[in-house]
């Protein structure tokens, strides 16, 4: 595994985190983070059951019949699920050390789910028009990885999700992230059952080039 930044603290936590438990922490490491207080931080946990709406939500795509709580969150994009078996990474960087352009931090924390589905031996990729990380093609594509960010006085806060092996029927609670036409999929649906903590250091071993297309991107433009 490559060496992580030291200056960056990692967090995982084996139980499901509250909503509201995970969102009052980003808050306050961000707020630190911005007044030099505390380090930039990426952490990795699991929700219980859940549904959140993003700030383009459209209600007519929130079904949920099996009476989940849904969570105003704050981040861009439309309905997500969370819940247990899916790895949400939630990435708090200040992007006045990194690269100051919000689009191309998006870009690269794609970038950062496909190498990290590349290192587990699975093929993924972006799709034009789409949000999200997609496996397959024609009509075996599906989605395999969710993301939406907030960023505050260039602080990011929340993150990705990726499908290791959550209950995808809790998916029909949601035209997930506004995508009707195509379905949902899993590391676990495809075949393969790779525990939490090879997701995670796969995670690690990709983010260190994670930062460094980051930081290309932006010397580039």
């Known amino acids: 595994m490559r060496e992580l930044p030291a200056d960056i603290e990692w967090l995982t936590s084996d139980s499901p985190v509250p909503y509201e438990e995970a969102l009052a922490f980003m808050e306050q490491r961000v707020a630190a983070i911005r007044n030099g207080t505390a380090p930039e931080c990426v952490w990795l946990l699991e929700h219980p059951p859940l549904f959140t709406a993003g700030t383009s939500a459209d209600p ?11 969570y105003e969150a704050g981040r861009g994009g439309r309905y997500t699920y969370h819940g247990p078996g899916q790895r949400v990474g939630y990435v708090m960087l200040d992007l006045e050390k990194h690269c100051k352009d ?6 690269a924390l794609e970038g ?3 190498d990290t589905l590349g290192v587990l031996g699975i093929s993924a990729h972006r799709a034009d028009s789409r949000i999200g990380i997609w496996v397959g093609e024609g009509a075996d594509e599906k989605k395999i990885g969710a993301l939406g960010v907030r960023v505050k006085r260039w602080v ?15 998916f029909g609670g949601i035209v997930p992230c506004g995508i009707a036409e195509f379905g949902v999929t899993s590391i676990d649906k495809l075949g ?4 939490m903590m090879r997701v995670d250091a796969a995670l690690k071993c990709s983010f260190a ?5 980051l930081e290309r991107e932006c010397k580039e433009s």
Not at 60 to 70: I, K, T
């Open 192 to 195: 393969k059952q790779i525990p």
């Open 102 to 107: 919000i689009r191309r931090f998006v870009h």
């Open 60 to 70: 007519a795509e929130l079904f949920n019949p099996l009476g989940f709580p849904v």
């Open 156 to 170: 990011t806060l929340h993150g990705f999700s990726l499908n290791v092996a959550p209950d995808l029927s809790h």
């Open 209 to 213: 080039s994670f930062l460094k297309a």
């Open 112 to 114: 950062w789910m496909i």
